[in-house]
């Protein structure tokens, strides 16, 4: 079944196409990829998604509900979030925080409770730190609930930015380059990571890398962005012998 359906999606910066007439879907429950050379688009797509950009042409439609022109916090409450490629955790918050604000999207106190600190802020406030507390205990990162986000090693901290999306209510996460900046080991671990969270937590993911390992490793299937046109899509083996693909992106000894 089909959880996001993109048709001619088309973007223009003045005279510029950065996304040109893009036709894609991700299936429930699948993992797929958006490849492509820097300036391809791929970023740009992730924004039209979230609604940080609004489409020039084309529609984007998740579950049945059109999302061109929603605003952005409507859309994280659909039940899409994301990540980026330069870390956006919370550094001088602990962790169990950082999990906290990424459920408050759907906190329904108001300003004034907030302020003043009334007995619905402290009542919600408790249930959200117990729920963090128990998600995170679920996806084995309890133990380091108290500790400053700005203080983990660096996989963690990319790993906390996924958690906190998924912390959302999140259905579909657009993961930005996850593993920019990982060693090999780091870059196998977040391989497992994303590959439990979709195969056993139910999550369905968008992934923008340039770690090819991790793509070939870790994607059910890719599409290959090229001056914001599709220029490919298929398997992991059938994009990896693809000649367009290594003519624009992989090179010649892939």
Known sequence: MEMLNVKDLTIKFGGLVAVDHLNFNVKKGEIVSLIGPNGAGKTTVFNLLTGLYTPTEGSIVFEGKELSGMRSQDI??????????????YTK????????????????????????????????????YEAAMAFLESMHFAEKADMYAG?????????????????????????????????????????????????????????????????????????????????????????????????????GNQ
């Open 151 to 251: 203080s983990l090693p660096y996989a963690d901290m990319r790993r906390l930015e996924i958690l906190r999306a998924m912390a959302s209510n999140a259905k579909l996460l657009l993961l930005d380059e996850p593993a920019a900046g990982m060693n090999p080991q780091e870059s196998e671990e977040l391989v497992q990571f994303i590959s439990k969270i979709a195969r056993e937590d139910g999550y369905t993911i968008l992934l923008i890398e340039h770690d090819m390992n991790v793509v070939m490793n870790v994607a059910d299937r890719i599409y290959v962005l090229d001056y914001g046109k599709l220029i490919a899509d298929g398997l992991p083996a059938e994009i990896k012998t693809n000649p367009k693909v290594i003519r624009a992106y992989l090179g």
């Open 93 to 128: 918050l602990r962790v169990v925080e950082n999990i906290m604000v990424g459920s408050h999207i759907h906190t329904d106190y108001n300003m004034l409770d907030a302020i003043f600190r009334t007995k619905r802020f402290y009542q919600q406030e408790k249930e959200k």
């Open 76 to 89: 994280v409450k659909l039940g899409i979030a994301r990540t980026f490629q330069n870390i956006r955790v």
